[in-house]
């Protein structure tokens, strides 16, 4: 079964314009880590923001905030006033217990372009 | 700055001929972790080292290995490359192993196998 789905392949976004990431998440563990990180085209993976199962507030970094909705299952990223450089491929992913320690699993990735 | 390092960048070897990937970390983290990513896909673990313990994903192969000589360097082997290898292969750190831990990649190597 899909931990970790993101079901936009692809988005589109005017630059200095707000853009919504989705992600949604399995697990029966209730503690977890959310991540999500960027990707640009050179193949550095960036971390940008985290989000603890047990965390009463939702987690922001600068221009990231992350929409964290636990009934749900949710955890979107939100990118305000977006830059040409936010042009990238961008992956959720959730740290769960697995076997005896904690392992990240991805999404298969959101790819993101800001148009000018 | 404290950081991931990944050497060479862009890695060019033969189909069969073996190849080392190296990574560094000036971050003294406890965790080190080789990932493989092929074009459009997630990042797949292939193994990770906790301190000296190795621990290999059920589904690596056998012609992947590693080594992990001290706490900076992690090394990535792979004995006889397949076309089917190449990929971008990703070096990952954290602290430790608990679910709030980030893990912090390198640049990354991009593999061509000829």
């Known amino acids: 079964a899909q931990k970790i789905t993101q079901t936009q392949p692809g988005m589109f976004v005017q630059e200095k314009e707000a853009v919504t990431l989705d992600c949604t998440y399995d697990t029966s563990d209730p503690s977890y880590g959310l991540f999500w990180y960027k990707q640009p085209s050179s193949g550095e993976m960036i971390f940008l923001i985290y989000?603890?199962?047990?965390?009463?507030q939702n987690a922001t970094e600068g221009r990231y905030s992350l929409n964290f909705q636990k009934a749900r299952k949710s955890a979107n990223l939100v990118i305000s006033a977006s830059q040409l450089g936010d042009s990238a491929m961008y992956f959720c992913?959730?740290?769960?217990?697995?076997?005896?320690?904690?392992?990240?699993?991805f999404g298969s990735g959101t790819r993101l372009l800001v148009r000018p | 700055d404290a950081m991931v390092i990944q050497n060479p960048r862009y890695q060019v070897t033969q189909f069969g001929k073996p190849v080392t990937l190296s990574c560094s970390q000036t971050l003294n983290h406890n965790v080190m972790y080789w990932y493989q990513q092929k074009s459009s896909q997630a990042p797949k673990l292939l193994f990770h080292y906790y301190d000296k313990d190795f621990n290999n994903e059920a589904d690596t192969p056998d012609n992947f290995q590693s080594r992990r000589p001290n706490t900076s360097f992690c090394f990535l082997d792979i004995r006889s490359p397949g076309l089917g290898d190449a990929a971008m292969y990703l070096c990952?750190?954290?602290?430790?192993?608990?679910?709030?831990?980030?893990?912090?990649f390198g640049p990354g190597t991009r593999l061509l196998v000829l």
């Open positions: 989000q603890g199962s047990y965390d009463q």
């Open positions: 992913a959730m740290r769960e217990r697995m076997d005896s320690s904690y392992k990240l699993i």
């Open positions: 990952a750190t954290s602290r430790d192993l608990s679910s709030e831990e980030t893990q912090y």
